[in-house]
């Protein structure tokens, strides 16, 4: 009897319970709201933003085989022709094939690339335990790797850890020794090179010519390579005066003759004096191209001198030099320059003092592309110096031409624009279900999987009635059916002319508007076609500074943040509503708490009152079976 006597008292804390329930899926309504609302903010942000798609670029390569590109949002656009000539190379050196217990002694073994050298004490050990430490001591310069040729033998292979002709590798101390005794140096052939100027310098005035005879022909081997250092120092022309002009002839004075008193004088001459040309100042030359080598009956221009006034080295290869070089000719054609020329040198690029690798697999080298008809040279595959904004790497050398063209990124253009429309149409998804109760709202959306698909039923017509979320579908439809400038050179207005509308596939009496229920549809191929004839008019569509203060100011994907801004906000709609929700499930959890301690009164109340019922009608039934028992005993007697 308690417990339903309690059951009727607890009817209003269930109802009250109940509206917390309410409350906690409105806010929790609200709150998925926001997370939509946000993703459509930040979508539209990204259309219009510092970093909008619209000023991306793409680096596309005619052949990824031989190099790719990347561009950043400074390259140009255009097209650029690029052969590889040769990639850079790192030192690849390897030992003869070793006994396999070959021991490797103790001492202090120091290894160089380029300026960067590194030493460490070894104890001592087999070919593998100084491998090892050699990878875990100097592993930043050079590393190694032990190959088992076969199964009684070994090789150690060192690779330099850094690419292009200034990161050789060299060695010092213990590592000396060791190299010659394994095979990976050998002594250089003091034959394969010669050296001029080494102490001197050639400073070549303007105008003028020198010539610089070896002691004997050299023959210049396909693997050799020619190097000088130049240096241009600019001289400025003093100013010109022209010269005085030449004495010319001259007529003779008019005469006269007198008779009789009368005096008649001559006539004047007629003849048409040729006018003096005046004199021009001598013309500016420019030409850097001022070493040849000559020999066997052949000269070779070499390449200009760098136009630097720091020395700096130029390399050239056998291939495009004579096969005997004899001598070297200088003339400095500049008329406003003094060029200065050292440190020439004809050599196999593989000597390293007096050694060279005996089994080179591969040999630091820097890497050589032509580009608008100039050798360039750079110690590293990667090229980010060459064209502004894109990345080169080089992948093998070729001697086709590859076309590097630099274009707008459309495909990620289309991306940001497909995931705004998205986010759109979430955001109307949303209130659709939301403010109405109609289940055929939920059961058209294919996509939701069942877990969505049970909490979207759950908030159907949860909000329904609620003119703020209607307020917010129709100022959303109306952002983007708005027309925004996009500049006087386009008819772009409206985001209906790239395909996106409310009917953008076009079936005219054959949608089902109904279904459409406010979403937008993207016509694909009418996007694409936009983005290609007229893409940087789709970028003002969504996002344009208009008055030219470096702020964008109009545009569909503008108006879109802006307005949503006010709903996501900290202190916006979203939060005022979840706050005041929170409010009223505070103020009814309280409630509760009080109900349930009154509760907990009553029931105890009810509990004690039933309790001396129940003692007073046992004391009852205990008198009654007395006075029964009575009556019994009073009928025995009789």
Not at 222 to 227: I, K, Y
Not at 310 to 318: I, K, L, N, Q
Not at 542 to 558: I, K
């Amino acid at each position: 009897m308690v417990d339903d006597l309690m059951e009727v008292e607890r009817i209003p804390l269930r109802r009250i319970e109940r509206d917390v329930e309410q409350y906690q899926l409105q806010r929790e309504t609200w709150q998925s709201m926001g997370r939509t609302l946000s993703g459509l903010r930040d979508a539209a942000r990204r259309l219009y933003g510092f970093e909008n798609p619209f000023r991306d670029r793409l680096a596309q390569s005619s052949n990824t085989q031989i190099l790719t590109a990347t561009a950043s949002r400074q390259a140009p656009e255009g097209m650029t022709e690029i052969s590889v000539l040769q990639t850079a190379g790192r030192d690849r050196l390897a030992s003869n094939s070793l006994p396999r217990d070959t021991r490797v002694a103790p001492g202090n073994y120091t290894f160089t690339l380029g300026e960067m050298t590194r030493s460490f004490r070894f104890s001592g050990g087999t070919l593998d335990e100084f491998s090892e430490q050699v990878n875990r001591r100097v592993g930043d310069v050079v590393r190694t790797v032990v190959v088992p040729d076969t199964s009684s033998t070994r090789i150690i292979i060192f690779e330099g850890q850094g690419e292009g002709s200034g990161a050789r590798l060299s060695f010092g101390d213990a590592s000396e020794a060791l190299m010659e005794r394994i095979g990976v140096m050998a002594p250089a052939r003091p034959e394969r090179s010669v050296a001029l100027l080494q102490d001197e310098v050639i400073r070549l005035e303007p105008g003028q010519q020198e010539t610089l005879s070896l002691d004997q022909p050299f023959r210049v081997d396909p693997e050799m390579v020619l190097r000088f250092e130049a240096r241009t120092i600019e001289s400025p022309r003093e100013p010109w005066t022209p010269p005085p002009t030449p004495p010319g002839p001259a007529l003779p004075e008019r005469g006269t003759t007198s008779f009789g008193g009368v005096t008649i004088r001559d006539e004047v001459p007629s003849l048409d004096l040729p006018e003096i040309p005046r004199p021009e100042p001598p013309p500016l030359v420019e030409d850097n191209r001022a070493v040849t080598i000559a020999g066997g009956g052949d000269t070779q221009l070499l390449p200009e001198v760098p136009r630097d006034e720091e020395f700096r080295t130029v390399t050239v290869p056998a291939r495009d030099l004579i096969s005997q070089a004899e001598q070297f000719q200088f003339n400095n054609r500049n008329t406003d320059r003094t060029l200065e020329i050292r440190n020439i040198s004809i050599v196999d690029p593989e000597h390293r003092g007096d050694s060279q690798p005996a089994n080179a697999l591969e040999t630091a080298r820097d890497a050589r592309i032509l580009y608008s008809g100039i050798e360039i040279t750079r110690s590293s595959n990667q090229v980010d110096d060459l064209i502004p904004g894109v990345t080169l790497t080089l992948r093998r050398p070729s001697p086709d031409p590859v076309e590097i063209e630099v274009s707008p990124n459309r495909e990620a253009a289309k991306e940001a624009i497909i995931e705004f429309v998205g986010y759109y149409n979430q955001v109307v998804r949303d209130i659709n279900i939301y403010t109405r109760n109609d289940r055929s709202i939920v059961d058209q959306i294919d996509y939701f999987t069942d877990a969505e698909r049970e909490t979207m039923e759950a908030r159907l017509g949860i909000f329904q009635g609620d003119s703020s979320l209607n307020q917010l579908r129709t100022r959303m439809q109306t952002i983007l059916m708005n027309p925004y400038p996009t500049g006087d050179d386009s008819g772009l207005r409206l985001l209906a002319q790239i395909g996106v509308s409310s009917n953008a596939s076009g079936l005219g009496g054959g949608v089902d508007t109904s279904r459409m229920r406010g979403y937008m549809e993207i016509n694909e191929a009418q996007l694409d076609r936009v983005l290609e004839e007229d893409f940087a008019a789709v970028g003002r569509l969504f996002g344009q500074d208009t008055d030219g203060d470096l702020v964008v100011d109009s545009g569909a994907a503008l108006a879109m943040e802006q307005f949503t801004t006010s709903y996501v906000q900290t202190g916006g709609i979203i939060a005022s509503r979840s706050n005041s929700l929170n409010t009223r499930i505070d103020q009814a959890e309280t409630r509760i708490g009080r109900i349930n301690e009154q509760l907990e009164r009553t029931e105890q109340r009810l509990r004690v009152e039933f309790g001396r019922m129940d003692g007073a009608l046992q004391q009852l039934q205990e008198q009654s079976r007395s006075l029964d028992n009575l009556q019994g005993l009073g009928g025995t007697g009789r």
